[in-house]
C-alpha cells in the first residue's frame, strides 16, 4: 500500500541529503554547486580533487559559498591511504605504525595533527580511523590501516585517535562496521564472507567500535562483506539486523551511519548502486558515498531519483529517509558550531583544538617523531656511506591505498647518499624459476653495490619471497626494508619494519640505513 508523501520538494531535498558524492578536478563543477543549492549537504574529495593545500582550501571555500554547512568528508587515514599528500606520500605514520609503538597520547597528537591540517583547509568529515582487528594475515585491503591484530590494542588505539582527530573540529567516521578485518578478500572486487560465531565477533570484531562510541565518534562506515552470524541473507551496508539492530539498538550508536563506496564491486555487482542505495538507507544507514569510481551529476540524480521513487512506491519508509537526512543535517551542524568556536576570539568549546592557525613543516613534527618509534630494526650493519642499490618489490596496490602514491626509501635514501640507483620489480607467478629470474635481473643491476630490498606484505606474495630469498642466498650483506605486515621471520643483514609505506617511515629506514639525521 502507498502511503502520503512530502512533497517533491521535500523528497528530493531529503534524497540529495544523504548522499556523498565525489566530482572530478579541482575546482566544483557548476553541477555540484547547483545541486548544493538544491539539498545536497556533503561532498566527498578524492587525491585527484586536490593538488596543494591553497588549493584545497580555495575549493573548500568555494563550497561553502554556496552552502555554509557542508559536509566536505576525505579519506585521509595517513600512513598508505592519503589524499591530502597523494602526490609525495604521508607526512603521518598509519595505523599499524602506531599500534607498533601502542602509545595512546601518540595516536591521539598524531590524529590532533592530521586532523588540525585537515581544518585549515577546510575539510571536516574524516573517513578514516579504520577500527578493523587484522586477524587474518592475508587481508588484501586492511593490513597496515588497522592498528593490529590485537583487539583490546585496536580499541584504545581507535578511541585515541577518534579523540585526537575530533579535537581539531573533525568529524571522525569510525569503520568498517563491523570489522573487515578477517576477510581474504577485498570488498572493492567482490563480497567477503566471514564464518566465525557470534562469540567471535563479540569478543574481537565489536570492541572497538564499542571504544569509537564510547569516545564519541561522530559517524560510523559499513563494510561491504557477508557475515553470516549476524546476517546470513545481506551485507553489512544492507543489513537492518546489523546497521538498527546491533549499531543502533544494542551499541546504541545514534550518530550517522555512512556507507562504503557503492561502487565497490560487493555492491555494485550484486545488487546495482540504485538498489543498493535504496536498501542501504532502509536499512539504516543515512549518508550514501558514491564518487571514488562514479563521479558525475548523472550518478547523483540516478540515486536521488531511485530514493524518490521508493519512498513513493512505499518500498522506503519516508519516514526513514527523512531521520537519515535530519542525522546528516546534524553532523553538518556540529561542524558549524565547531567552527564557529575555533573563530579569533571564541572560546575553546568541545571538538576544537587551540592553536589552530600554526603550522608545522613537512616531516619535522609528530609524524616523523611517531614513524621513528615504530621502526623495528633486527640484525646489525655498519651504517651506509655509499650510494646503494635500492631494489623495490612492488605488489598490485589495492584500490583504497591506490597506485598515484610514491612509497619506499629511495627517495630517502637518494637525499643522504647522492647517486643512490633504484629499479622496481614485480611478478604474478610463484614458480621457484620465475623468482629466480627476477633476483637474477636485480643482481645484474645492483652490481657491487649493497643492495637494500624493500618489501610490502612479503608473507602475501610467493614471488616476492621468493626472490628474496635468492637475492639473500648470492647477497647476504642485502638490507631488507619491509613496510607492510610483518608477517614472516627477519631476514638480511639488516632487517627494518616501518610498520608502513608512508613517507616518514621511507625516511626514519632511511635514517637507520645510514646512521644519520638531517
Same mark, same amino acid.
Not at 409 to 421: F, S, Y
Not at 433 to 438: D, I, N, R, T
Given at each position: 500500500m502507498t502511503t502520503l508523501v512530502s512533497s517533491t520538494d521535500t523528497l528530493t531535498r531529503d534524497a540529495l541529503a544523504v548522499l556523498q558524492p565525489g566530482f572530478l578536478g579541482t575546482t566544483a563543477p557548476d553541477w555540484l554547486l547547483r545541486r548544493l543549492g538544491e539539498g545536497l549537504s556533503s561532498v566527498g574529495l578524492f587525491g585527484r580533487n586536490i593538488t596543494s593545500p591553497e588549493q584545497l582550501a580555495a575549493l573548500t571555500e568555494r563550497l561553502r559559498a554556496e552552502r555554509d554547512d557542508v559536509l566536505v568528508a576525505i579519506d585521509e587515514e595517513g600512513g598508505d591511504v592519503t589524499r591530502l599528500e597523494v602526490g609525495h606520500g604521508s607526512s603521518f605514520p598509519g595505523n599499524y605504525a602506531l599500534g607498533a609503538v601502542d602509545d595512546v597520547d601518540l595516536t591521539r597528537a598524531v590524529a590532533r595533527e592530521l586532523g588540525r591540517r585537515l581544518a585549515e583547509c577546510g575539510v571536516n568529515l574524516n573517513w578514516a580511523p579504520s577500527a578493523d582487528v587484522n586477524s587474518n594475515q592475508d587481508n588484501p585491503v586492511i593490513g597496515v590501516r588497522s592498528f593490529g591484530a590485537d583487539t583490546a590494542l585496536v580499541a584504545r588505539h581507535t578511541a585515541a585517535y577518534v579523540e585526537g582527530l575530533q579535537s581539531a573540529g573533525v568529524a571522525?567516521?569510525?569503520k568498517h562496521f563491523p570489522g573487515h578485518g578477517d576477510t581474504s578478500m577485498d570488498s572493492h572486487h567482490a563480497m567477503p564472507r566471514i564464518d566465525v560465531d557470534l562469540d567471535t565477533v563479540n569478543a574481537r570484531d565489536l570492541l572497538p567500535f564499542r571504544a569509537a562510541i564510547a569516545a564519541g565518534s561522530k559517524s560510523v562506515m559499513s563494510a561491504h562483506?557477508?557475515?553470516?552470524?549476524? #546476517?546470513?541473507?545481506?551485507?553489512?551496508?544492507l543489513s537492518p539486523r546489523i546497521l538498527t539492530g546491533l549499531l543502533r539498538e544494542e551499541l546504541g550508536f545514534q550518530g550517522?551511519?555512512?556507507? #562504503?563506496?557503492?561502487?565497490?564491486?560487493?555492491?555494485?555487482?550484486?545488487?546495482?548502486i540504485e538498489r543498493g542505495s535504496v536498501l542501504a538507507i532502509a536499512a539504516g544507514a543515512d549518508a550514501i558515498c558514491v564518487g571514488g569510481g562514479l563521479a558525475d551529476e548523472e550518478t547523483v540524480l540516478r540515486l536521488r531519483d531511485a530514493l524518490v521513487a521508493a519512498v513513493r512506491n512505499g518500498e522506503l519508509p519516508e519516514e526513514r529517509l527523512a531521520d537519515a537526512a535530519a542525522r546528516v543535517r546534524g553532523l553538518a551542524d556540529w561542524t558549524l558550531r565547531v567552527r564557529g568556536a575555533s573563530e579569533p576570539g571564541a572560546d575553546s568549546q568541545e571538538g576544537t583544538a587551540p592553536g589552530t592557525a600554526s603550522t608545522l613543516a613537512p616531516d619535522t613534527g609528530i609524524g616523523l617523531v611517531a614513524a621513528r618509534r615504530a621502526v623495528r630494526v633486527t640484525g646489525s650493519a655498519e651504517p651506509l656511506t655509499e650510494a646503494p642499490y635500492v631494489a623495490a618489490f612492488t605488489p598490485v596496490a589495492n584500490i583504497a591505498v591506490g597506485d598515484e602514491t610514491p612509497w619506499g626509501?629511495?627517495?630517502?635514501?637518494?637525499?643522504?647518499?647522492?647517486?643512490?640507483?633504484t629499479g622496481s620489480y614485480s611478478g604474478a607467478g610463484t614458480a621457484g624459476?620465475?623468482?629466480?629470474?627476477?633476483a637474477g635481473e636485480l643482481l645484474a643491476a645492483a652490481g657491487d653495490r649493497t643492495i637494500v630490498a624493500v618489501v610490502r606484505d612479503a608473507h602475501?606474495?610467493?614471488w616476492m619471497s621468493d626472490a628474496l630469498d635468492a637475492v639473500l642466498a648470492a647477497r647476504p650483506d642485502t638490507v631488507v626494508v619491509e613496510m607492510g605486515v610483518n608477517g614472516a621471520e627477519p631476514r638480511?643483514?639488516?632487517?627494518?619494519?616501518?610498520?608502513?609505506?608512508?613517507?616518514?617511515?621511507?625516511?626514519?629506514?632511511?635514517?637507520?640505513?645510514t646512521g644519520r639525521r638531517e
Open positions: 571522525a567516521c569510525t562483506i557477508l557475515l553470516p552470524a549476524l #546476517d546470513p541473507e545481506r551485507p553489512a551496508t550517522p551511519i555512512v556507507t #562504503d563506496g557503492m561502487e565497490m564491486r560487493a555492491i555494485a555487482s550484486t545488487y546495482g626509501v629511495a627517495a630517502e635514501l637518494g637525499r643522504l647518499l647522492p647517486g643512490t640507483e624459476a620465475e623468482a629466480a629470474a627476477l602475501r606474495h610467493r638480511g643483514a639488516l632487517h627494518i619494519a616501518t610498520h608502513g609505506a608512508a613517507r616518514v617511515c621511507g625516511r626514519a629506514a632511511a635514517e637507520v640505513i
